[in-house]
């Protein structure tokens, strides 16, 4: 059974940085896309960031140039760098995993239905 297991969310000001931990088990293939939604109270989950077993990377508007995704494949882990954190980022942050097409396509990465496997959640809270 695939598990995903978020880390390193927490509080911090504007300007500030955080790095999120993703780590995956269960999964016995080597193709994937996997990444990060948020969805902030009252708002839909959005697509953040997403990387596939080729290293492809996908990012939205909004985040680009403040977030980087890269990854581990000794430790199957999804690390998620954001840097110069507005207070617009604050919401809960997900990892999500789909292993059926072993990529993240540009039409589908940030529709959140795509993807099968989710873990718990963590919050990011940036204070202005």
């Known amino acids: 059974q695939v598990q995903l297991v978020e880390s390193g969310g927490g509080s911090v000001q504007s300007g500030g940085s955080l790095r999120l931990a993703c780590a995956a088990s269960?999964?016995?293939?080597?193709?994937?896309?996997m990444g990060w939604f948020r969805q902030a109270p009252g708002k839909e989950r959005e697509g953040v960031a997403v990387?596939?077993?080729?290293?492809?990377?996908s990012y939205a508007d909004s985040v680009k140039g403040r977030f980087t995704i890269s990854q581990d494949n000794t430790k199957n882990t999804v690390y998620l760098q954001m840097n110069s954190l507005k207070p617009e980022d604050t919401a809960m942050y997900y990892c999500?995993?789909?292993?059926?097409?072993?990529?993240?396509?540009?039409?589908?990465?940030?529709?959140?239905?795509?993807?099968?496997?989710w873990g718990q959640g963590t919050q990011v809270t940036v204070s202005s």
């Open positions: 999500a995993a789909d292993f059926a097409y072993g990529y993240c396509s540009v039409s589908w990465w940030h529709k959140a239905y795509e993807y099968n496997y």
């Open positions: 269960g999964y016995t293939g080597s193709t994937y896309c």
């Open positions: 990387i596939d077993s080729d290293g492809s990377r």
